[in-house]
């Protein structure tokens, strides 16, 4: 069930190239006030985004998670970043996707054809 979730959290990215250096900031969703900060160490905080609106559902209380996060270059298919959850972050979900857009964007989207689930844009640098 796990890999159906991680799966079902792809999100697909635009057609510009992401560099990955330039991936660390805070990103934020101005309606919900949803975050996500990717460190520049490999590390991750999500902030007020819920586990349904991570993985597409909409909706849901706010929930707090960490972990790290890598860059994964795919040459098959869109570039994203892979945020490995720890443990107590998500019960039983290892890990989501979460897609750049090259454009200050990331974006949380369960259904490469339909509209993302939540997007965030970048505010600040760390």
């Known amino acids: ?3 159906a979730l991680i799966a079902s959290s792809v999100v697909t990215s635009g057609c510009t190239p992401i560099d990955p250096d330039e991936l660390p900031g805070v990103y934020r969703n101005e309606e919900t006030g ?3 900060v990717l460190d520049s160490d ?3 905080l999500v902030t007020g985004v819920s586990s349904d609106e991570s993985l597409g559902g909409g909706g849901g ?4 998670f960490s972990g790290r ?3 994964v270059d795919s040459e098959t298919m869109s570039d994203f970043v892979y945020l490995t959850v720890d443990d107590d972050g998500l019960g039983k ?3 989501l996707q979460l897609y750049p857009n090259g454009r200050g964007e990331v974006k949380f989207r ?8 939540l997007v965030l844009t970048k505010v600040d640098d760390p």
């Open 1 to 3: 069930m796990a890999v």
């Open 34 to 36: 949803g975050e996500v």
């Open 42 to 44: 490999g590390t991750f």
């Open 61 to 64: 209380a706010p929930a707090d």
């Open 69 to 71: 996060w890598e860059f």
């Open 93 to 95: 979900i290892g890990g």
């Open 110 to 117: 369960p259904d490469p054809d339909g509209p993302p689930s």
